[in-house]
T-cell receptor
Framework: TQLLEQSPQFLSIQEGENLTVYCNSS?????LQWYRQEPGEGPVLLVT?????EVKKLKRLTFQFGDARKDSSLHITAAQPGDTGLYLC???????????FGTGTRLQVTL | GAVVSQHPSWVICKSGTSVKIECRSL??????MFWYRQFPKQSLMLMAT?????????EQGVEKDKFLINHASLTLSTLTVTSAHPEDSSFYIC???????????FGPGTRLTVL
């Protein structure tokens, strides 16, 4: 069974602070995706990383895929209250488009 | 972009009854759809892969006789929770691979509460 461990599980910070969320696995994935989920809604895709060592930026969010394609990180600069939510990484095995979701990181950004 | 809908968005039922949840791809066809379950404050757990025109593939530990999946058309998959019990109360989410990329499109989820 492929497992994706995220850390930290919960993070409460003030507006303007920076943070990094980690997603680690012992398995290799063909691609890794990051999602944000609001309460009572489905997850929304933020980014997909495919190549080992790849870095993608989405405004204040920076995503990195590990060289060995087993781990990833999400860095948020100058967090805002609108960034509050559950952040999920998900690895795709490449054979059947199946996603294995990480354990999740709940982020709360306060004023 | 591609849109996936779910119906109902929430449902409350009595213990022992069956509940059907629909997942539709609104503007694209999906030969495969995925069903997930999410308990409060937890991540999404894949339950099964729904295959159009053939039997669903269930993940280990998921009872196929309890969670009936029917993928009768290229735009519709249904999940029926049979003889529901309070421990089946959860947030059920479906997804489908998009038409042109490896992107998965998720439905808005269905919250099931079994009394």
């Amino acid at each position: 069974t492929q497992l994706l461990e995220q850390s930290p599980q919960f993070l409460s910070i003030q507006e303007g602070e920076n943070l990094t969320v980690y997603c680690n696995s012992s398995s290799v994935f063909s691609s890794l995706q990051w999602y944000r989920q609001e309460p009572g809604e489905g997850p929304v895709l933020l980014v997909t990383v495919v190549t080992g060592g790849e870095v993608k930026k989405l405004k204040r969010l920076t995503f990195q895929f590990g060289d060995a394609r087993k781990d990833s990180s999400l860095h948020i600069t100058a967090a805002q209250p609108g960034d509050t939510g559950l952040y999920l990484c998900a690895g795709e095995d490449g054979t059947a488009s199946k996603l294995t979701f990480g354990t999740g990181t709940r982020l709360q950004v306060t004023l | 972009g591609a849109v996936v809908s779910q119906h109902p968005s929430w449902v409350i039922c009595k213990s022992g009854t069956s509940v059907k949840i629909e997942c539709r791809s609104l503007d694209f066809q999906a030969t495969t759809m995925f069903w997930y379950r999410q308990f409060p404050k937890q991540s999404l757990m894949l339950m099964a892969t729904s295959n159009e025109g053939s039997k669903a593939t269930y993940e280990q530990g998921v009872e196929k006789d309890k969670f009936l999946i029917n993928h009768a058309s290229l735009t519709l998959s249904t999940l029926t929770v049979t003889s529901a019990h309070p421990e089946d109360s959860s947030f059920y989410i479906c997804s489908a691979p998009g038409p042109s990329t490896d992107t998965q499109y998720f439905g808005p989820g269905t919250r099931l509460t079994v009394l």
